[in-house]
Nanobody, 112 residues
Framework: VQLQASGGGLVQAGGSLRLSCAAS????????MGWYRQAPGKLRELVAT?????STNYASSVKGRFTISRDNGMVYLQMNGLKPEDTAVYYC?????????WGQGTLVTVSS
């Protein structure tokens, strides 16, 4: 499975961005897809996940502002009400039964 993320950029506080991640390869084997982020000097952290059945899970810091969705081999992260502390490199991730895969990151910068 290969993952290609896109959609990052520079946005002002309070603005919105939509991240996309396209999976290729054994898409049918993917169970869970998700987004992580890593801010400068910090550990990579979970942002949100979504199962093949559509069940979602969010970090408390983004609940109510971010929405994860998926459509076949795509996973999206709609980010509203962005804050400067959301500035990070965002990575998509996918899990199959035995393995997990990372995409390259896409940088989101939120200016105050």
């Amino acid at each position: 499975v290969q993952l290609q993320a896109s959609g990052g950029g520079l946005v002002q506080a309070g603005g919105s961005l939509r991240l996309s991640c396209a999976a290729s390869g054994r898409i049918s084997a993917i169970n869970v897809m998700g987004w992580y982020r890593q801010a400068p000097g910090k550990l990579r952290e979970l942002v949100a996940t979504i199962t093949s059945a559509g069940s979602t899970n969010y970090a408390s810091s983004v609940k109510g502002r971010f929405t994860i969705s998926r459509d076949n081999g795509m996973v999206y992260l709609q980010m509203n009400g962005l804050k400067p502390e959301d500035t990070a490199v965002y990575y998509c991730r996918a899990w199959t039964g035995s393995y997990n895969y990372w995409g390259q990151g896409t940088l989101v910068t939120v200016s105050s």
